[in-house]
């Protein structure tokens, strides 16, 4: 008897799997969709399309950095220096440690893996691999919309 009440068990968690995993990851066509748009946005050097795609709590901008305000994120990028270069310019990176925008580690067709940030409903982490690069971008659902937190690359 209590070799069927195990399998009962495991057969009953096996079917509830697939449902859990896709509430994990809800909105992720909607993720996808505009993770693409972030990636042609800092493409084409589109500083409204993706100052517009910024969470209302800031974003971040490499491992540890310090939250900007959205405002001062824009106005980062519209002066063409500081997060605009790291993230879209490596032309104009200055010897800060790096020789890589952002955008020089992502490509349009570069497969994006999804998961939930375990323990933050509402957000999700797209990692990309392009060569010997590797990039996060850490998005929140918010008012019926992916935002951008934070982004990390190497």
């Not at 505009?34 to 491992?63: F, H, N, P, W």
Request: proline share 3%; hydrophobic share 40%.
């Amino acid at each position: 008897m209590g070799h069927m009440t195990i399998l009962r068990t495991l057969l009953a968690a096996s079917l509830l799997l697939p449902i859990a995993a896709t509430a994990q990851v809800q909105h992720e066509a909607e993720l996808r969709t505009q993770t693409t748009k972030l990636i042609e946005a800092m493409s084409q050097r589109d500083v409204d399309a993706v100052a517009a795609m910024v969470s209302k709590s800031g974003i971040s901008v490499g491992v540890g950095a310090e939250t900007m305000k959205p405002k001062e994120f824009e106005k980062s990028l519209r002066k063409h220096s500081g997060v605009y270069c790291a993230l879209m310019d490596s032309h104009c990176i200055e010897n800060r440690g790096r020789d890589s925008a952002l955008i020089d580690t992502l490509r349009l067709k570069t497969p994006l893996i999804i998961a939930p940030m375990e323990g933050k409903p509402n957000t999700a982490i797209v990692t990309t691999a392009y060569g010997n690069h590797e990039s996060e971008l850490h998005f929140s659902f918010e008012d019926g919309a992916w935002k951008l937190t934070h982004v990390e690359w190497n």
